[in-house]
């Protein structure tokens, strides 16, 4: 109860507002940022017809950190982690406003230490897809760190503190791709069978809503652990369908292999 009534000082005292859908999307190839494409479409499909939120975090694949972290500076920077690209995606800015007091409250609802970061910023796990949903970058943004200490567990138990932000106007976005194994990427594009057979399993336990399967994921034989090298980009997954309940309506986008080896499968829960 606490919680709820420090989050509601966020927006000055307004009433609870219906509950915002949580996203989970795989991001690809930070390209889609300024391509016209299939997924970027359809991310600027979901920025016309979603609820207008009044603030977004995102969890991205692309910040891991030791402890749990949470942007809390009024302007976070475009940070272009990444290389060999053109010069007109490293021209790209995204200068929507952060809050330090949102980041303070978000610290408050969860018994698990969240730090504050001052340093990082927005990076293309989170704006190459937000510049298509919500170009003029007016919504505050906060980025939220994957802690390298946490089990999948942990970090699906403490993404279900956060799902209480949902009720205040705030959307949850995950930014990762579930299955992402950029050592055997296919540039011709042609999947690989690995890479369809995780792909499929995943899908089958998001919508039963297997969470425990998800979390332990080494347990779900050679497809997974050749999708999953490692969990950064998988975890944003977790955390989103963590954040939604049993009979929400669950509805997957984008639901393909790119470059072979990178699934572009997202869903929305509530949408």
């Known amino acids: 109860m606490e919680n709820l009534k420090n989050l509601a000082k966020t927006f000055s005292g307004a009433p609870s507002t219906p509950r ?113 949903m919500y170009p003029a970058a007016t919504i505050p943004v906060l980025q939220l760190s994957l802690d390298v ?33 950029l050592r055997r990427m296919n540039m011709e594009g042609a999947p690989f069978d690995w890479a369809v057979e995780f792909d499929a399993t995943s899908k089958r336990l998001i919508e039963s809503r297997d969470i425990t399967s998800l979390a332990n994921y080494p347990s779900l034989g050679t497809a997974a652990q050749m999708a999953i090298p490692t969990d950064e980009h998988y975890l944003p997954m977790i955390y989103a369908l963590s954040m939604a309940e049993k009979n929400e309506s669950l509805t997957f986008f984008n639901e393909q292999i790119d470059l072979g080896s990178v699934s572009m499968r997202s869903f929305v829960v509530g949408g």
């Open 149 to 181: 200490h946490l089990t999948p567990q942990q970090h699906s138990e403490l993404a279900k503190d956060l799902s209480l932000l949902r009720n205040r106007g705030v959307l949850i976005v995950g930014s990762g791709n579930i299955v992402h194994n």
């Open 20 to 132: 915002m859908p949580v996203m989970f999307v795989g991001h690809g190839n930070p390209m889609n940022a300024i391509t016209d494409n299939t997924f970027a479409r359809v991310w600027e499909k979901f920025g016309r017809e979603l609820p207008m939120p009044k603030a977004i975090v995102c969890v991205s694949a692309h910040w891991q950190s030791r402890g749990t972290k949470v942007t809390a500076m009024e302007h976070p920077k475009t940070i272009h982690d990444f290389g060999g690209f053109p010069d007109e995606l490293f021209a790209v800015q995204y200068p929507a406003p952060g809050s330090p007091t949102f980041a303070n409250e978000i610290a408050k609802l969860t018994k698990k230490t969240i730090e504050f970061d001052h340093e990082w910023g927005l990076d293309h796990g989170t704006w190459s897809v937000l510049v298509r």
